[in-house]
């Protein structure tokens, strides 16, 4: 392909921009370079917030893809390694099933470099993290699959909402609020542009810049998700999670092959287009460095979803006693959990309680309906706090506290987002609180 080319692909690229900002508008080098800047001056705004009581906060990535997948290689000491480095302690594994090994007898599990690993699926439509090999179920309709996991000490999250808002099942744990991949499949032009090998390569330069903001670019609020999930509390308590859904698998590799010939690929190796060297070399000629590593045959690598920015991006923060796979369990149940998305700040310290005179009662809890609740929540940083009753905003608050009488039963749940770079994002999304539910 020519460079005439390319330019002209990306001219028409950039004529069919739509009105609805689209990660491709956040690829911009300024507004990425904003971006950074603004998260940069984030960190230097923030303040430790110290949890008292008994409870600690963990910092929970679910929905990861390793090795085990068809469509991962990732290794589990590279994984271990990318959740230490943003400060994760608990990896839920949800590996896609395959004949050739069972997702919890060979599924990563124990603590791991003070990391916690736990074993699971990504299967039938949802998030399952069993207590034991669920094989044998595996046939089963949806609704009995879950039910036996769940009879036998399991969890289960309904997964990639957007595939199935009309679900309704019963005695599952609850549901993701947030997927990774579903934000990314609503950024058609970003999806079009890296259709192009050339595209990634010119990209290639501000990718390696700013590579965090540059994969958080598709970040957007999940309304849909959320809409739904109030629905399904309406119903039943149901924990709403994040899925970082990781698997470190977009990205280029170009490889020299014999003759004059390169091979585009897939970071799993898989061949998308083979090329004339003379039709790349020169555009390759005008970059950096890549991170090609020791194979002398790769001319250009580039990873747009290492597993440290999947896991930074957003977090399920776990409210519980200790690191171990009983308290997680006991925790997720109870929907003592908050999602955060911590690429833009570290939401650790982020503290939400309904209290009834001395009464504390913590995210996902259930305060007997009385006269006198009253709500309080602070944060590391200034937001804007929405809290949302039923489905609809009924306060609202600015600062790094927010306190809100609770005039009505209902199930309540508070929003939090920061002011980045000019416009308002979502940081913090907070579990129910079910007042007056019994
Ligand atoms: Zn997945």
């Given at each position: 392909?020519?460079?005439?080319?390319?330019?002209?692909?990306?001219a028409?690229i950039s004529?069919?921009?739509?009105?609805?900002e689209?990660?491709?508008?956040?690829?911009?080098?300024?507004?990425?370079?904003?971006?950074?800047?603004?998260?940069?001056?984030?960190?230097?705004?923030?303040?430790?917030?110290p949890?008292?009581?008994?409870?600690?906060?963990?910092?929970?990535?679910?929905?990861?893809?390793?090795?085990?997948?068809?469509?991962?290689?990732?290794?589990?000491?590279?994984?271990?390694?990318?959740?230490?480095?943003?400060?994760?302690?608990?990896?839920?594994?949800?590996?896609?099933?395959?004949?050739?090994y069972?997702?919890?007898?060979?599924?990563?599990?124990?603590?791991?470099?003070?990391?916690?690993?736990?074993?699971?699926?990504?299967?039938?439509?949802?998030?399952?993290?069993?207590?034991?090999?669920?094989?044998?179920?595996?046939?089963?309709?949806?609704?009995?699959?879950?039910?036996?996991?769940?009879?036998?000490?399991?969890?289960?999250?309904?997964?990639?909402?957007?595939?199935?808002m009309?679900?309704q099942?019963?005695g599952?744990?609850g549901?993701?609020?947030?997927?990774?991949?579903?934000?990314?499949?609503?950024?058609?032009?970003?999806?079009?542009?890296?259709?192009?090998?050339?595209?990634?390569?010119?990209?290639?330069?501000?990718?390696?810049?700013?590579?965090?903001?540059?994969?958080?670019?598709?970040?957007?609020?999940?309304?849909?998700?959320?809409?739904?999930?109030?629905?399904?509390?309406?119903?039943?308590?149901?924990?709403?999670v994040?899925?970082?859904d990781?698997?470190?698998?977009?990205?280029?590799?170009?490889?020299?092959?014999?003759?004059?010939?390169?091979?585009?690929?897939?970071?799993?190796?898989?061949?998308?287009?083979?090329l004339?060297?003379?039709?790349?070399?020169?555009?390759?000629?005008?970059l950096?460095?890549?991170?090609?590593?020791?194979?002398?045959?790769?001319?250009?690598?580039?990873?747009?979803?290492?597993?440290?920015?999947?896991?930074?991006?957003v977090?399920?923060?776990?409210?519980?006693?200790?690191?171990?796979?009983?308290?997680?369990?006991?925790a997720?149940?109870?929907?003592?959990?908050?999602?955060?998305?911590?690429?833009l700040?570290?939401?650790?310290?982020?503290?939400?309680?309904?209290?009834a005179?001395?009464?504390r009662?913590?995210?996902?809890?259930?305060?007997?309906?009385?006269?006198?609740?009253?709500?309080?929540?602070?944060?590391?940083?200034?937001?804007?706090?929405?809290?949302?009753?039923?489905?609809?905003q009924?306060?609202?608050?600015?600062g790094?506290?927010?306190?809100?009488?609770?005039a009505?039963?209902?199930?309540?749940?508070?929003?939090?987002?920061?002011?980045?770079?000019?416009?308002?994002?979502?940081?913090?999304?907070g579990?129910?609180?079910?007042?007056g539910?019994?």
């Amino acid at each position: 392909m020519s460079r005439l080319l390319l330019v002209t692909i990306l001219a028409l690229i950039s004529v069919s921009r739509a009105t609805a900002e689209d990660a491709l508008d956040r690829f911009a080098p300024e507004r990425l370079a904003a971006m950074h800047e603004a998260v940069e001056a984030l960190k230097s705004q923030r303040v430790e917030i110290p949890r008292t009581g008994p409870l600690r906060e963990y910092r929970a990535n679910l929905h990861v893809h390793s090795l085990l997948s068809h469509d991962s290689r990732g290794k589990i000491e590279d994984i271990v390694a990318a959740a230490k480095s943003v400060g994760t302690q608990i990896l839920m594994f949800t590996d896609h099933t395959a004949a050739t090994y069972d997702s919890f007898d060979d599924g990563h599990q124990g603590l791991r470099d003070g990391v916690l690993l736990i074993p699971g699926a990504e299967a039938k439509g949802l998030l399952v993290f069993p207590r034991e090999s669920f094989r044998k179920f595996e046939a089963s309709p949806v609704q009995d699959f879950s039910d036996v996991v769940r009879s036998r000490g399991g969890l289960t999250f309904v997964s990639h909402l957007e595939e199935r808002m009309d679900w309704q099942l019963t005695g599952i744990t609850g549901n993701e609020i947030y997927n990774t991949h579903a934000d990314f499949k609503e950024e058609k032009r970003l999806i079009a542009a890296m259709r192009n090998p050339l595209w990634l390569v010119t990209a290639s330069g501000l990718i390696r810049k700013y590579p965090q903001e540059a994969y958080s670019a598709l970040h957007d609020y999940p309304a849909d998700y959320l809409k739904r999930w109030d629905q399904l509390c309406q119903l039943a308590p149901h924990t709403g999670v994040s899925a970082n859904d990781a698997h470190q698998n977009v990205g280029l590799v170009i490889r020299k092959i014999d003759g004059d010939k390169v091979r585009v690929e897939d970071p799993l190796g898989e061949k998308l287009i083979e090329l004339p060297a003379a039709a790349v070399q020169p555009l390759l000629a005008t970059l950096p460095p890549s991170d090609a590593g020791a194979d002398p045959s790769i001319l250009f690598k580039l990873q747009l979803d290492p597993y440290a920015n999947a896991l930074r991006h957003v977090a399920t923060h776990v409210l519980m006693p200790e690191l171990t796979q009983p308290a997680l369990w006991e925790a997720l149940e109870a929907g003592r959990a908050f999602v955060a998305f911590d690429w833009l700040a570290d939401s650790t310290g982020f503290d939400a309680a309904v209290f009834a005179g001395d009464a504390r009662h913590e995210l996902g809890s259930r305060p007997a309906w009385s006269d006198g609740l009253h709500l309080q929540a602070r944060a590391p940083l200034p937001g804007h706090w929405k809290l949302i009753r039923n489905g609809e905003q009924v306060a609202e608050g600015t600062g790094r506290a927010f306190e809100q009488a609770i005039a009505e039963p209902g199930i309540y749940r508070l929003e939090l987002w920061l002011d980045v770079a000019g416009a308002e994002r979502i940081w913090v999304l907070g579990n129910p609180w079910f007042v007056g539910a019994e």
